[in-house]
């Protein structure tokens, strides 16, 4: 063959044998195990996950587990086909669980047979308002720095204030499931309900200047930093950092706290329906509960679990504070997205 | 510069490979993407799909789609102007270069940039520009200014991110070009009483003018295409076609709208390319760069 | 005359000037990322509190940076070689194969730059799914080095047309027939142009976001999937210190470049 390249044939082909034996690799490997394939968030989620608890399942259902943490993943799951889904259990927040049950591609409720755990969570975790079940939530309120000298901050309106503009945070509302969920309560606070979205509008354009970030971790990132001092954050992105110092604090506001809620659906066609039910099983168990509550700040939904101290002050584990959640009607906000979006992004236009 | 025209020769089936390459693997997909923008669902996965103009009407009914294409294009053509301002003389001044070490360093200098990667490079952008970034904190520091300067989440801050990124393909373009020029023909305009200024503007440039067409076509597509460093640079509050797509897909999920405005993309671009290609060809009175 | 060699001067002056700031423009955001791959806290502060490698340390202990890192520069070589493969061959033949409609396939082998990439990801994935692959390795280096070979083809088909074919003109003369001359001749002179390709494609892959996002599975991302995730979640140093080998790479691969090929012919013919 003629070649006119710097690279000579020898070289040619022993790249194309190595990208053979890559890509058979991995088809050799599958043929053993029974493999589960989920999604997870990255981070320090990620990292206990990795480190402790996904091997513990492996091990002792002799599996493995591939995690995708490449957000966004519900474009992957619709981009696949029913019979052969690229997830068997999907875990993604409540907003993002209702559009997947709309497009068919994640089941409505979890066997509870199957899934005996389920009966210890606290009511919230399986109401009408939840597709699939609720593992952990967390509260949406607001977040800030304790060393502006900024007033006292206990009610939603305070945000508002015209002393925080520059330093105000919130997030894009077409992306982020905060930013929907506190459109929704500015329609409580400004107008006559959740559903009022007239009020809603208006009060977001009375919102800016504000900074706007598409992911709870970059605002928590923008806090410590001081890039931002006050902004709609869930509790966990605070508390997460305690023990560090940090001279920031988070204020549940008068109004109440908005539910941001970690959900997991097993989806119509996973060939590992056991394993995957076995896999929420385990989410839901209290020791696997408590670790990962402890290590993020998440409030479990499993009411049987015993945290330490410092955690149980701060989170909610009590059916009293629990029954402070304020549940979001992500049917009903779904439905409406797109002109909600097309409004919002004309609103935040620079 | 003649080439041998004999008609198809032999050499014409080299392009066969590519053919098929794109066939399969480019147009294929593309077809079905657009197929996607006419239909309600997807055919790949969905069972009843039926035609639909709807994503179009959407666009053409509604002003604010035209605002975001404005921007993209806007943003497009500041890019691709502040990147040949930038990158020409660099890439004059690589070309002339003696020393060999000297053209080293200066392809380091081209080169680094482009390989810490996209998303890394818009970091250190915002590292250098946010009100808590490096430029405000020394201004600060120096007491010039007593609140930080809205350097970020605004269309300059994107142009500057993404020319940063964009000017070593520029360059790069320039080089090869410039290099090719004989320098002779400069010394002799020179002799003849011109100033290097002179020389430069009449003798250069304009042969210099395939590669600027060039460079400036190729930073114009992938502005108007790019993604991570709007999104990172302006704070959500520049919408751009890119990002709107990519909102479209992973937050809206739907298809059949982002395919829509992708393909409106695609026309503007293809559009633009073959009138600036024909003008520049007329200009510069050789046939365009094929 | 003193007018005309102030002038002259003032515009060598200038020369340098611009010059020096483009270089300070290129390389200011390079050194900002060297200062952060060194401080120690986990967020954006200016100026830096003190030097310190464990971001360093993070990023090479890191099983996922290091996989990604690898899969990127594997993906990235068997990109070059693709994209080196198809778009010189292609240059080629449009510009030496007298093909009708030269513009049109031109154009035609240059549009996956118009397209956003991840359209073209997107629809890629559709296709993978169609075929019922999943996805592969090869479908990753596919998507790659589709976006790839339009820079080999503008760089080669660059040079092609700019040189003098009498050269050609005047192997045949001597006696050459015509697949002599392409190797004796026309190849060697390509060169050049076909090396530039390589190198854009090497950059391109290595650094390609949008088609890859969504062409990953778990566990073999590339780099900069990696890296935005990360960002997502932590603000911190591991950022530069992935930049800084990044860019050590680059040092290393001009280095090469120049000591086996020699960089000085890519300018010139």
Request: hydrophobic share 50%; net charge positive; charged share 15%.
């Amino acid at each position: 063959m003629k070649t006119r390249l710097p690279l000579n044939r020898r070289q040619f082909l022993a790249t194309g044998a190595a990208g053979i034996g890559m890509i058979a690799a991995p088809h050799i490997a599958r043929a053993d195990a029974a493999t589960l394939r989920i999604t997870g968030w990255g981070g320090k989620w990620g990292q206990t996950m990795s480190s402790q608890l996904i091997p513990a399942f492996e091990k002792e259902f002799n599996c493995k587990v591939e995690t995708d943490s490449a957000f966004p993943y519900l474009p992957k799951l619709q981009a696949s086909s029913r019979s052969a889904p690229v997830y068997d259990v999907l875990h993604t927040n409540s907003n993002e669980q209702w559009a997947a049950l709309e497009m068919g591609i994640v089941e409505a409720k979890i066997d509870a047979k199957q899934v005996p755990n389920i009966a210890d969570v606290y009511p919230y975790a399986t109401s009408d308002k939840i597709v699939g079940v609720c593992i952990f939530t967390s509260a949406i309120g607001l977040g800030m720095r304790t060393d502006k000298g900024y007033g006292k901050v206990s009610s939603w309106k305070d945000l508002w204030d015209r002393a925080y503009d520059g330093v105000r945070g919130g997030y894009v509302i077409p992306v982020n499931s905060l930013g929907q969920a506190f459109l929704m309560m500015s329609g409580a606070l400004y107008g006559n309900g959740m559903t009022d979205l007239d009020a809603a509008y208006a009060a977001m354009e009375k919102l800016k200047p504000i900074k706007l970030v598409d992911f709870t971790g970059t605002m928590e990132k923008m806090i410590l930093s001081g890039e931002v001092g006050v902004a709609v954050i869930h509790d966990s992105g605070i508390l997460r950092y305690d023990g560090q110092n940090q001279p920031t604090a988070f204020v549940a506001p008068s109004e109440g706290v908005l539910s941001l809620e970690q959900v997991l659906t097993l989806t119509p066609g996973t060939k590992v329906r056991e394993l995957a039910n076995a896999y929420v099983n385990y989410m839901l168990s209290p020791s696997v509960q408590k670790t990962l509550a402890e290590s993020v700040w998440y409030s479990p939904a499993n009411s049987k679990v015993k945290l330490d101290d410092k955690y149980n002050e701060k989170l909610l584990t009590t059916p009293e504070k629990v029954a402070t959640l304020i549940q979001v009607d992500w049917k009903w906000y779904n439905a409406r997205k797109d002109e909600i979006d097309a409004r919002v992004n004309r609103i935040f236009r620079a | 510069m003649n080439t041998i025209r004999t008609g198809i020769t032999p050499i014409a089936w080299l392009i066969a490979p590519s053919a098929l390459l794109f066939a399969l693997f480019f147009f294929l997909p593309m077809g079905l993407m657009a197929m996607i923008s006419l239909l309600t669902g997807n055919p790949v996965v969905q069972a009843n799909v039926t035609l639909t103009g709807k994503y179009y009407q959407r666009i053409l009914s509604d002003p604010y789609y035209f605002e975001v294409i404005g921007t993209t294009l806007r943003i497009g053509l500041l890019t691709t102007l502040a990147a040949l301002l930038i990158g020409y003389p660099l890439a004059h001044w690589m070309a002339r270069i003696r020393s060999r070490t000297g053209y080293a360093m200066l392809m380091m200098t081209v080169l680094a940039p482009m390989l810490t990667g996209v998303v890394v490079r818009t970091f250190a952008w915002m590292a250098l520009l946010s009100d808590k970034g490096a430029v405000n904190q020394t201004l600060t520091g120096l007491g010039l200014i007593s609140k930080p300067l809205p350097l970020m989440y605004n269309e300059f801050s994107i142009v500057l991110g993404l020319t940063h990124i964009y000017v070593p393909y520029m360059v790069l373009t320039l080089v090869g070009v410039i290099g090719r020029i004989d320098e002779r023909l400069e010394h002799a305009a020179q002799n003849l009483g011109a100033s290097p200024l002179r020389a430069f503007l009449e003798v250069t440039l304009p042969l210099s003018l395939p590669g600027i067409l060039a460079g400036s076509l190729l930073v114009f597509a992938l502005a108007i295409s790019a993604y991570v460093t709007p999104i990172l640079m302006g704070g959500f509050q520049i919408m751009t076609l890119p990002m709107l797509i990519y909102q479209q897909i992973s937050s809206s999920f739907n298809v059949g709208f982002a395919a829509a405005l992708g393909m409106v993309l695609l026309t503007i671009s293809l559009v633009l390319v073959i009138a600036y290609n024909r003008i520049l060809g007329l200009v510069s009175g050789q046939h365009d760069l094929q | 005359m003193t007018v005309a060699a102030i002038s002259l001067r003032l515009g060598r002056f200038c020369y340098r000037v611009v010059n020096a700031s483009v270089v300070v423009f290129l390389l200011a955001p390079i050194a900002i990322v060297f200062v952060f791959a060194v401080n120690p806290t986990p967020y954006i502060q200016f100026p830096p509190v003190g030097v310190s490698l464990r971001w360093f340390e993070k990023f090479f202990t890191s099983r996922d940076f290091m996989n990604a890192l690898q899969l990127s520069l594997e993906v990235a070589a068997m990109t070059t070689v693709a994209a080196t493969l198809f778009g010189a061959s292609a240059a080629l033949a449009l510009a030496r194969g007298g093909l009708p409609g030269t513009r049109v396939i031109t154009a035609i082998m240059l549009s996956p730059l118009m397209l956003p990439a991840i359209l073209t990801g997107l629809a890629l994935f559709q296709s993978y799914v169609l075929l019922d692959v999943g996805r592969p390795l090869w479908g990753l280096v596919l998507g790659h080095t589709l976006v790839s070979i339009p820079y080999v083809v503008r760089t080669t088909l660059a040079v092609l047309q700019n040189f003098d074919t009498r050269l050609e003109e005047a192997a045949q003369n001597l006696g050459a027939g015509p697949l002599r001359t392409y190797f004796e001749v026309t190849l060697p002179l390509t060169k050049p142009g076909v090396l530039a390709g390589a190198v854009f494609a090497f950059i391109v892959s290595f650094d390609q976001f949008p088609v890859s996002l969504f062409l990953v599975s778990p566990g073999r991302e590339t780099l900069p999937i990696t890296l935005f995730n990360y960002l997502r979640f932590d603000l911190d140093g591991t950022i530069g210190a992935a930049s800084v080998v990044s860019i050590l790479l680059a040092v290393l691969v001009v280095f090469g470049l120049d000591r086996t090929v020699g960089l000085r012919s890519y300018a010139k013919l």
